[in-house]
Structures are given as C-alpha cells and as structure tokens.
C-alpha cells in the first residue's frame, strides 16, 4: 500500500427529515446564498424544507444552474456573492449545483484575476480563501457533498475542466433519501453509473496488496448492483433509496483511493464528450470504461480478473476470456439501466475522436495509473467504443 494522508472534515447528517436541521448547522447571523438548479426544489417539497428550517435568516436565492454548471452562470452568482457580502453557501441540488456552489465560494474570494485559471491551472494555483458552503443533496451520483472537486464547463470554449480544494469541502451536507423519491429514472440510472465507475476508477488499476480497499470499493459495486435496479423499481423504496445514496457518498469521498493507484482516464475522456456534444456526465462513462476496460486489458489485467470474480463470479475461462466476460457484464449492467454504452447511440461521429485527440496531444495529456494514457491510446479507447 502507499503512503498517504487523508483529511474529510465534511458533516454527513444522513437521513428522513434531517433537513430541518438546517438551522442548527447554519452559523446564525449569516448572509446565505442559497443556489440551486432548474426548478426541481420547488416540485418534491425540498425548497420549502429548507425555508422552513431557515426561518429568521437572510436568505437570497440564485437559481438556473444548469446541469454540466457553466462557469458564465457561476460568475453571476459570484458578482452577487460581493456585491451583498454574501457569507454562506447553501447549495441545494444534485452534484452540478454543489459544484458550481464550490466554484462560486472560491471565484468571489479569488482576487488574482480570472477565476477560470484555477480549473486551466489546477495543479499551480491553489486556492488560499473560500467562503464556507452547506449543502442538501438532491440526487446521489458524484460524491460532491462529501469532496473538494468541482467540475465547471465553459460555453465560450467547450471546455469541461476539475479543480479541487480542501476549502470548497461543504462544512456539512444533509443527505434525506426521500429526495431520491421525485429522481426521473434517467437521473437514477446516471446516479447509478457515475457512482460505479467513481469506483472503478479508484479500484480496476494494479494490486499494491491492499486487500481492505479492494474488499471496500466491491461492497460499494455489489450494493450498487443490488440496491440500484431496486430504486429503478420502486422509487420509494426508503431503505433501497438510503444505500444508493450512501453508496454513491461512500464512492467518491476519497476513502477508497487512500493507498491504491487511481486512473481517472475514463472521467478526463467523459468530460469532452460532454463539453463537445452535451451528452449526461454517467453515460459518457458508461461509453468509455468499456473501451478502457478493453484497450488497457494487459496492464489492468489482475484487477479485471478479481473485478470479474468478485462482482460477477466469472471463475473459470482462460484469462482472455474472463476480461472479455467482466466488459460483457460491465456493458450489460449499463444497459440494463438504460443506459446505451456506444457512440454511435448518441450520435457522435469519428471527427469528434479526431477533436478529442487533438486538443490531447495540444495539453500533453497524460492520464491513468501510469500516466501511458495520451492522445494515441485515447483515440483506440474511443475507436473501440463506435
Ligand atoms: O436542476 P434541477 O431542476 O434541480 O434538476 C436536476 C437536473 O435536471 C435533476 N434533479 C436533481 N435532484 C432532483 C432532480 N429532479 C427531481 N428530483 C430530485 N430530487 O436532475 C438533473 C441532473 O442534475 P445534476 O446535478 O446535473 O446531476 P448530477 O448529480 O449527476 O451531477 C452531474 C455533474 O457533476 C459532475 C459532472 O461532471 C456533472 O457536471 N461531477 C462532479 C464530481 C465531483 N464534484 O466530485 C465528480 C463526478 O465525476 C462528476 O464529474
Ligand atoms: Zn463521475
């Protein structure tokens, strides 16, 4: 296992009716922004929770985030943030609202220019003031609420680029599994996804003997794999809605990844399908990790034969074999979530490979676990996926 250093400081209040608590968690006297989406807090009841358990505060509002949150909308809320003297955060939304709230928080005390440089330069400016963030999480998928990323797309530029600070991590994040009630299927389904290849990306790598994250990353599949189709099925399924939310939490608040190598290729490749087509961030993954999964067999080869024993109890087959069943049985599960895994099902077309790459081989982009990822083998993972 690696050396490593793990900091969450993030306040889960997990469960039915926690929203009310609201109040005891929010520092009295503040100036609250509260952000949010399309207007979904105002259908399933969630934006009168929240108003009710605020009473007494001064709350503005900002709404319109849009899924895939633009840093052009952002950059509103960030002129409104100084120019009330906004001094908390409250996001309330999926994880598009989190993190634009994240970029928010940091855009407004950010005085050295444009704050799109810190997504453009994420690995040489660091953050250094933010104001504090509070969050109710909507829909389980990213793992927003309980981590320091942010990922903000660009109109002018189709651009979609992460940055990440322990500053941005929410002080707490209310999580009611009630909220997955008014999930349309197609946001459960990407919840669903994005939570499994959260996973894959910190576990399908190379064993550094560390059987606890091994044993950690396939609890979080398996229930996945279990409790998922049961939230599809019956939306409220209190208990089914409360493991999916955990587990996606649980996939992504950086706990699985302490000690192991990570890859995050198929996200780096996700996000321009995003940026140049606008296609939901899980089914670009659902696209990518198979082609992953098959162009990388060699070099992931051990984790891909553990993947497949231990999640779809393929154990026999030669070892071609077994990888070419864990890509069978990995594209499977996304289809049976209705969640098509091919280019061409979203219309892409080759030249959109050919932009890909390019703008790759301009950034020297180098992704994975060992960092062999570039341009060339970003263009065979895609190929693979037409
Ligand atoms: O905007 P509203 O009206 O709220 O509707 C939203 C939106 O249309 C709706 N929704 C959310 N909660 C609902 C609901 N509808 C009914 N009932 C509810 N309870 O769902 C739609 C999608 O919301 P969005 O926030 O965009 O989805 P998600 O949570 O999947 O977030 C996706 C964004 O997160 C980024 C993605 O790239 C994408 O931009 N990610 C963030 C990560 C992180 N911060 O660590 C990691 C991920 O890998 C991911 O990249
Ligand atoms: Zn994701």
Redesign the pocket.
Known sequence: MYNFEYQNPVKIIFGKGQIAKLAVEVPKESKILLT??????F??G?YDQVKAALKGYEVLEFGG?????LYETCMKAVELVKREKVDFLLAV???????AT?FISAAACYTQGDPWEFLVHRFEISITAAIPIGTVL??P????EM?G???I?RQSTQE?L?FASLLVMPKFSILDPE??F???DR?VA??IA?AFV?VMEQYLTFPVNSPLQDRLAEGILLTLVEEGPKVLANRTDYDAAANFMWSATLA?NGLIGMGVPQDWAT?GIG?EL?AYHGI???RTLAVVLPGMMQIRRRQKEAKILQYGERIWGITSGSTDERIDRAIEKTVAFFESLEIPTRLVDYQVPAETIDRIVARFEQRGTRMGETREIDSAETRRILEDRL
């Open positions: 949010y989406g399309g207007g979904s807090i259908k399933n969630v985030i849009e899924p895939n949150p939304g999926g994880g598009s609202v989190l993190d994240k909507t829909l998928a990213t793992g927003s981590n990323t942010a990922v797309s979609k992460a909220c997955v008014s999930l349309p946001q990407n919840g994005d959260h992504l996200h996000h995003t939901d961030h899980a």
